[in-house]
């Protein structure tokens, strides 16, 4: 198939960055959306050209490095990653528009790069449950409830992509975080450290900059891994909870 | 074939016993043998106690004056640097990924292995032990593995403490699964994001102990060189690659968590970015590389669609507990709709070769045998050169037997991303397989405790060589990593850094300019080439011939033929590529520039140890070491032994050294699954 892409080019975090147009001829239907940018680099390079700058490694779904804004849509039009994504969602002939993820708390680093790291400091304010090696219990003298820590699965396989942040009009973290916090939450092993997580964890977010939840749901549906909206419900409580406890 | 074999050193016979002929021969050089020193003896099951009895302790005063650098924060690093952080060392964490918790771990499906015997059916840690030694083909060491096997229990101890979600039965304790190349159910499981499950553990316990500040994290950080002065690891050469600036970090000891090597193949299983790299300045400045040539082919991967694919996706192992291998008797059904293929004209050959482990045989098997019928012409799926190759993974007894919820429910992020691959639903239709690229055996060579033979450097997890020998059994490198993360490294490194802290250095020591002038003058060279050739091209190049000659099979004249293609291509490369950008910002031409370097060096030398090992052991299949009946057979006389290689200089011939392999409390026999 023959595509029109137009590209974010920026060169650093402090350039002004715009879009570009590139035709790209010879994409097959199985090619992945990523191998589709694989073909257009090295044409660039033939040309002379600086390949286009992406974030991507494991191409399987699991690391969370690619993210992408698709035609306005986080990992585009599909309830998956980009690097899952195939050219058999889109037709000959389509115009793609391809963007970093916008976020104020992701600064672009270049292209089509995001900085991140926000996350990993949402995480080192309290997403963790203080258990130093070697000072466990027997597996099995806790057990959990199957429902609960099947819950805890679902949530905990978020990739940490940040889809749900680019999909917010509010530019909120909440999903992440709700995330986060109901993996711990549903585990007695994390119950210990339950309201002063909440607490820390909300005010490292607002800290760095992501915006309140609206309640738009956005997120939800923007998710790879479809971390459901319910999330920032339990986030909501565990705050009000630990509030009322005067944490 | 005669054999002149020079010789560095003055302990090595020129004719070495039991040795008529030596394919090698003119590609290297015989060092003086190595032996473990560290290795404990005494009965098996107290080494490992007695060891970390013996092994000083660092006054927790003291510790926060040991700087230690961790490159890598996959299950190995990231649990050495949680460890290390929480008992008070200052430690450095290095990861060329934007976030430590995109390491590829991550992408590990099946499970972890742990000797618990929850089901009670006849487990231990000696079975764990027998297990792994024999499913390495008896080319590990015996002490690392019960060690191993020995702190596995801990292991799923610690993961749970953490929050770590594994499945659990209806009680509420935890379920177990059983995978390939054993008989008991071991192996702890997160639906078929295991890896992701353990990794997200390590690093929220490790952004733990940032935020403790214990540990520093250096994301998009990549190590282009090992500081080594008076004869000590002490630091680590880096570039920001955001910024382009290299980076001087001088520690006490450096350990290299760096992963595997698999993408010398270019397609593989592995993430875009894994590489050599770490390892590889390592092995330059003076690190042994242990068996090179062990490489792990994973059977049930999605096959190849076409020229332009990027990587392989693994579907993990698993799967083989429910569902069913099989290709059409006859070739002509190759073509059909599987499902209007009767069951008298499948060929379930996995049960039929193998009735007593039937589906669940190890890897290296199950990846020979679909080899071995789509060579025979009876692969499916689309033709790709001229072979289909693929074979089918069929669920629909599973799906009849235990429902289409319960198979749902076991693999449905599996069967997911299958689908959105291929375009097939695994539901409906059986799932093509072939085997891929996966993981890798060999790697630096390290002691018992886990110290590389240049002092001050650890290496540890899929980087080092130690535990699996010729081939690692399912769900066991989750547990390799782990153990030696959380357990091992942390009980071992105390003995070397007790002698800290060394002798302060600074940044304008001679041996430091030099590290850092090398890496920016390699970084000016790749981008002063200027020639016609994408970084791309030369390692998908590269890719091919270590697939054709150095893959499944191996042959004395194809190894020969790919050392040449190897050399051939590595000077082309340095005179042709094309690197635009520059130095001073981001720039992943550049970055791949420096990692295919380095696997145009390995690959060679990976190409020189297949060839020197004349025997089939594991994943290492040589054409002419076979029994009548096709299987791989091993030559204990003559390569019962660790393949340690130094690195011979620019130009200048790899020297081999040999470590013998003891067994003790372990019989060495021919493997049989049959």
Known sequence: MRLTLKIWRQENASAQGALQTYDLDGISADMSFLEMLDVLNEKLQGEGQEPVAFDHDCREGICGTCSLMINGEAHGPEVTTTCQ???????????????????????????????????????QSGGFISANTGSAPEANSVPAPRDKAMRAFNVATCIGCGACVAACPNGSASLFMGAK?????????????????????????????????????????????????DVISQLNKDLRDAMRMGL | MASTVDVSGNTVLTTP???????????????????????????????????KMNNRLVNPANRRKLDVIIVGTGLAGGAAAATLGEAGYNVKSFCYQDSPRRAHSIA???????????????????????????????????????????????????????????AREYGGLLDNRSFGGVQVSRTFYARGQTGQQLLIGAYQAMERQVAAGTVTQYTRHEMLELIIVDGKARGIIARDMVTGAIETHLADVVVLASGGYGNVFFLSTNAMGSNVTAAWRAHRKGAYMANPCYTQIHPTCIPVSGDHQSKLTLMSESLRNDGRIWVPKKAEDCTKDPRDIPEEDRDYYLERIYPSFGNLVPRDIASRQAKNVCDEGRGVGPMVGDFRRGVYLDFADAIKRLGEDAVREKYDNLFDMYERITGENPYEVPMRIYPAVHYVMGGLWVDYDLQSNIDGLFVTGEANFSDHGANRLGASALMQGLADGYFVLPNTIREYLADGPFDAIDESHPEVVAARTEVEDRIQKFLSINGTRTVDSYHKELGNIMWEYCGMERTEDGLRKAIDMIRELKADFWSNVKVLGT??????????????????????????????????????????????????????DEFAYVAAWEFGGEGGQPVLHKEDLVYTAIEMKQRSYK
Request: with cysteine.
């Open chain 1, 85 to 123: 994504l195939h050219m058999r969602s889109f037709n000959d002939g389509d115009t793609i528009t391809i963007e970093p993820w916008r976020a104020d708390a992701f600064p672009v680093v270049r292209d089509l790069i995001v900085d991140r790291s926000a996350f990993d400091r949402i995480i």
């Open chain 1, 181 to 229: 916090i109901t993996h711990l939450g549903e585990l007695p092993q994390g119950q210990p450290e339950r309201y002063s997580r909440v607490v820390d964890m909300v005010a490292q977010h607002d800290h760095e900059g992501f915006g309140g939840c609206t309640n738009i749901g956005e997120c939800a549906s923007a998710c790879p891994k479809e971390i459901p909206l």
């Open chain 2, 17 to 51: 016993p039991n040795q008529q002929s030596d394919d090698a021969h003119g590609y290297y050089t015989l060092g003086e043998k190595i032996a473990d020193t560290k290795a404990p003896a005494g009965p098996i099951k107290d080494r490992w106690t007695t060891h």
């Open chain 2, 108 to 166: 590990a499906q099946g499970g972890i292995n742990a000797a618990k015997n929850y089901k009670e059916d006849g487990d231990s840690t000696y079975r764990l032990f027998y297990d792994t030694v024999k499913g390495g083909d008896y080319r590990s060491r015996e002490s690392n593995v019960y060690r191993l096997a020995e702190v596995s229990a801990n292991i799923i101890d610690q993961c749970v403490a953490q929050g770590v979600p594994f």
């Open chain 2, 583 to 636: 130095a001073d910002s981001l720039n992943q031409s550049l970055e791949k520039a420096g990692r295919v370097a380095d696997f145009l060096e390995l690959g060679e030398l990976m190409c020189i140890d297949a060839l020197n090992r004349r025997e089939s052991c594991g994943g290492h299949f040589r054409a002419e070491s076979q029994t009548e009946d096709g299987e791989a057979l091993r030559h204990d």
